[in-house]
């Protein structure tokens, strides 16, 4: 069983920075992929961005050159380094794991609260 603890939410103003980062522990096999969804009130669950083991990305668009996601795999360990923060980024942040075996195996965190306001 894996489990996921997002921590690094809070309030900021637009411009801002924050980090979130997720630390996963159990059995996490390669291949796999890290990564962080966002939620917003009314809103479906999209990728932000996330990261596979071999080291390619996927980012939204929305978030292309502000945010840059990164993992330590010795420590099982994934990042989101957010900067210029708008408001329409404000949302509740998940951390994901999907372990790429068959059939692929997905986890999540509970989430921690981004707001972006000033």
């Known amino acids: 069983q894996v489990q996921l603890v997002e921590s690094g939410g809070g309030l900021v103003q637009p411009g801002g920075s924050l980090r979130l980062s997720c630390a996963a522990s159990?059995?996490?096999?390669?291949?796999?992929?890290m990564g962080w969804y966002r939620q917003a009130p009314g809103n479906q669950r999209d990728l932000v961005a996330d990261m596979h083991s071999g080291g390619s990305t996927t980012y939204a668009e929305s978030v292309k050159g502000r945010f840059t996601i990164s993992r330590d795999n010795a420590k099982n360990m994934v990042y989101l380094q957010m900067n210029s923060l708008k408001p329409e980024d404000t949302a509740v942040y998940y951390c994901?794991?999907?372990?790429?075996?068959?059939?692929?195996?997905?986890?999540w965190g509970q989430g921690t609260q981004v707001t972006v306001s000033s």
């Open positions: 994901n794991v999907v372990v790429l075996g068959v059939p692929p195996r997905s986890y």
């Open positions: 159990g059995s996490i096999f390669s291949p796999n992929l």
